[in-house]
């Protein structure tokens, strides 16, 4: 039986869309300026990618039945996300070098998801891994040992104000962001400084119960809408110096207001193409830049507009593939062992 929510599916696929968006923009440097500028705010994605974490990892844990939650939470990530990113990093530090692109970097920090806190040279994508896989480990520690399930909502957007403020501080004290780089380094990929999407997902999963039953959501996704394109409008494509500090609270404010606007729709058009988009996710996700990479170097001769659609077909066809070959078996297995944990 299929259980997936469409609306979930539909904002997976729109975040990864961004993603591959923005970072397509190297294989057309022809294009219209115009398109260039709309697939800068591709960033975004991201922060759209952290508010669905969230919500659907705190769901899980406000859901959690079983005698060994903690070990139970910790199978779920570690078999659903573990398997195709490390054969992806064997691939960066072992494969990529063999055909003419080093790897530039120490590989050890991404063994262990804190390549965050280093100067991030190659497979630079993952940083919000890091966050992400952090996130996964903390959480389930902190919720079930302290036993949070019953603490007021409120509570959980704590770290996103936290995030914040710490970018405040870090703009006030000399860390102003004048290029790209310094917004990658000093704001982006710290996961103290960017907890906002998942903080704000959190909210969402203990106030289920409360928003779920809003009988009409048309307006409440007006305003998530209207707020996000009046926030991309406010930080321009660029993320430069002081809107930096608020972006990330107002798109996952953004975000979550869409989330709950869109959440009670039972069928959407190209229904089936969104639920595969959002299998095939991940998969697009970690290996988008290294397809990058080999158009660029071996079909440099194509046009730009050829270039992107082999980039989307290629891209595609491989996370279709490691999809059904490493991360469903992987699923199968996990499976399998917790039922041996959870008989019941």
Known sequence: MNNRNPALDLLRTLAIASVLLLHSRELMPEAPQ??????????????????????LIGLQAFREKSESPVLTFIIK??????????????????IKPLV?????????????????????????????????????????????????????????????W???????YLYRHGAEATTATDVFYN???????????????????ATFGTWSKFKNKIMIN???AALLICTLFYIKPDNFNFPVVLSYQLLAISFSLIL??????????????????????????????LVIRVVLKFLSRFNGCTKFLIFIALSVFISAMTYYIVELPFMKLRTQILKKINPS
């Open 34 to 55: 115009k398109l260039i500028y709309l697939f800068s705010f591709g960033w975004a994605g991201v922060d759209l990618f952290f508010v669905l974490s969230g919500f």
């Open 77 to 94: 990530r570690t078999f659903r996300t573990l398997p195709l990113y490390y054969l992806v990093l064997f691939v960066y530090v072992v």
């Open 100 to 160: 003419g692109f080093p790897f530039e970097g120490v590989p050890w920090p991404y063994l262990f998801f804190i390549q965050n806190f280093f100067s991030l040279r190659d497979f630079v994508q993952s940083w919000s891994l890091c966050i992400e896989e952090q996130f996964y480990f903390l959480f389930p520690l902190i919720f079930f040992k302290l036993k949070l399930k019953k603490i007021h909502p409120m509570l959980w957007l704590v770290p996103g």
């Open 162 to 168: 936290l995030s914040l403020l710490y970018r405040f």
């Open 187 to 205: 704001f982006q990929s710290l996961s103290l400084t960017h907890l906002d999407g998942l903080s704000w997902g959190i909210f969402l999963a």
């Open 222 to 224: 007006f305003v998530g």
């Open 260 to 289: 709950i606007g869109v959440y009670d729709l039972k069928k959407i058009p190209f229904q089936n193409l969104f639920e595969k988009a959002a299998l095939f996710s991940y998969g697009l996700y970690l290996w988008n830049n």
